[in-house]
């Protein structure tokens, strides 16, 4: 990825129901260095995609808002594609100042992709059946059959692979499968990523697919749009607290994530002490 015309310090927060959003977050720090990354991790319900679309809203828009009140970042990346294709719209209501990136389910990029012209997504269960998906078909794709497959037990066995440990093949297998018995199944060549917890399996979904499909990651895509935002921002003051991650409820095995987590630029979890609804 090049890197963009700036060395002076940015400030971030990053959001995801767990620890989907840090491959974004990687990605991001890749790219920008200089930039402190906040990370809230809304982990007292997870998973997002298994909840209700109108609690979730109220639920993101006054935690994001009272982050933003609290960390001062100067954007923020909604690392959660249930987040993004259910609030975004709120999100910036509330806060009309704050720029947001979303992580929305990549249809464009498949549609340019695929060369049969069948296209497939994998998702959580609310992103699979929002009519926001089926706007994005609509806009972007509308010449291509899209196959769209709610995972409900992937991003927990995510969130195991995250922590090192191994998740046996045929459970990834049998989350994927009907991806592959569709009808038009048999022409299927590109899936995309509909939740950013599928990152840290991506080379077993890759290993349990059948040959020729191409797998698609926005990870990458979202950081550099982020970078793009970030550039046309002034550098950020003293930020009111180190930048650290934040988790609104203990992890389970909280000891195995904190190992996890150099990679992604942090060394402990931190108790978010703020309550929301």
């Known amino acids: 990825m090049t890197r963009p015309a700036f060395s002076d310090p940015r400030h971030i927060l990053a ?4 620890i989907g959003g840090l491959g974004i977050v990687r990605a991001i720090r890749a790219l920008c260095p200089a930039t402190s990354v906040s990370y809230l991790a809304d982990t007292a319900v997870f998973p997002y995609g298994e909840q209700d679309d109108a609690f979730l809203t109220d639920r993101i828009v006054s935690l994001l808002s009272a982050a933003i009140q609290r960390l001062r970042p100067q954007a923020v990346v909604v690392a959660c594609n249930t987040a993004s294709t ?5 999100l910036r209501a509330a806060c009309p ?19 049969t012209h069948v296209i497939g997504l994998l998702a959580t ?20 059959t899209l196959i769209a497959h709610a995972a409900p037990g992937l991003a927990a066995c ?15 297998r049998a989350e994927i499968d009907g991806l592959f018995t569709r009808d038009c199944s048999a022409q299927l060549d590109t899936v995309g990523l509909g939740c950013t917890h599928y990152t840290f399996v991506l080379e077993q979904l890759r290993a349990v697919s059948p040959p020729g499909i191409t797998w698609l990651d926005p990870a990458e895509a979202v950081a550099r749009h982020t970078a793009t935002i970030l550039s046309t921002l002034p550098a950020c003051p003293p ?15 909280s000891a195995a994530l904190i190992k996890a987590l150099p990679p992604y630029g942090f060394d402990a979890i931190t108790l978010w002490d703020q309550p929301a609804p």
């Open 86 to 90: 259910l609030a975004l719209e709120a």
């Open 239 to 253: 930020l009111p607290e180190p930048a650290r991650a934040w988790f609104t409820a203990t992890p389970p095995d």
């Open 125 to 144: 269960r609310a992103t699979s059946t929002r009519p926001y998906l089926n706007r994005l078909q609509t806009l972007y794709a509308p010449d291509s």
């Open 158 to 172: 995510a969130e195991k692979v995250f922590r090192g440990y191994a998740v046996p093949d045929e459970v990834i």
């Open 97 to 115: 100042d704050m720029p947001f990136i979303g992580c929305v389910p990549p249809i464009r990029w498949a549609a340019r992709t695929t060369k």
């Open 15 to 18: 959001f995801d129901s767990g």
